[in-house]
């Protein structure tokens, strides 16, 4: 079956030190996955997809296809970092995401 | 543009009642899904619409339903309401018919006692 898998609930840091968020999937075919980010009562938005392999906010991702894995890293966490973050993969031809549990990322100054 | 808007932001229902959400895509985009949001289920897919068309439905019960018109607004039904669909309610907004960038709305914050 089809899943995303964020094996860590929550995930604490303190300032300037590195941050990698975990994501594992499965899925038969080609995913396109993507990181969402929520932070405080504001509303889930798109923080990076793998096809574009930029960089935002310092956050950076590679699909890994033999792990099948596409963990979020960022070398120095800021305290706005702080938020839920989502790993999630779209379903072609299904017209959905599939997110994982979500990693709480707490960063402390 | 404007964002993604759910109305009403907040409900409280009681169990049996029936409930109808609202959900106004951005301008121009044509494709609607929504998604419940719980603490121990996370986010799960509910429905999609194009084009006042259902082209894929979550693994829900029938009590939930859903629909889209001609202007790309959309809404969601809960019938026969239970304690369990207690649950943020998201509505997310695309521009393509296969487009996996999507705006999500606030939410609707639906509690049922």
């Known amino acids: 079956a089809q899943r995303v898998t964020q094996p860590e609930k929550l995930l604490s840091v303190f300032k300037g030190a590195p941050v990698e968020l975990k994501c594992n999937y499965s899925?038969?075919?080609?995913?396109?996955l993507f990181w969402y980010v929520q932070y405080s009562r504001q509303r889930l938005q798109l923080l990076l997809r793998h096809i574009s392999r930029e960089s935002i906010k310092g956050f950076t991702a590679d699909l890994n296809k033999g792990e099948t894995s596409f963990h979020l890293k960022k070398p120095f966490a800021q305290e706005e970092d702080s938020a839920m973050y989502y790993c999630?993969?779209?379903?072609?031809?299904?017209?959905?995401?599939?997110f994982g549990s979500g990693t709480r990322l707490l960063v402390r100054p | 543009k404007a964002g993604v808007t759910q109305t009403p932001r907040y409900l409280i229902k009681t169990r049996g009642q029936q409930v109808t959400l609202s959900c106004s895509p951005i301008?121009?985009?044509?494709?609607v899904s929504w998604y419940q949001q719980t603490p121990g289920q996370g986010l799960q897919f509910l429905f999609e619409y194009f084009s006042e068309t259902q082209r894929n439905k979550g693994n829900f019960p029938g009590r939930f339903s859903g629909r889209q018109f001609s202007n790309s607004r959309s809404e969601m039904n809960v019938s026969t309401l239970e304690l369990g669909d207690s649950a943020l309610y998201l509505c997310a907004s695309s521009f393509h018919s296969d487009s996996y960038e999507q705006y999500f709305g606030p939410g609707t914050r639906l509690t049922v006692t």
């Open positions: 301008s121009g985009h044509r494709s």
């Open positions: 999630a993969f779209w379903m072609d031809s299904s017209y959905k995401l599939i």
């Open positions: 899925y038969s075919g080609s995913p396109e």
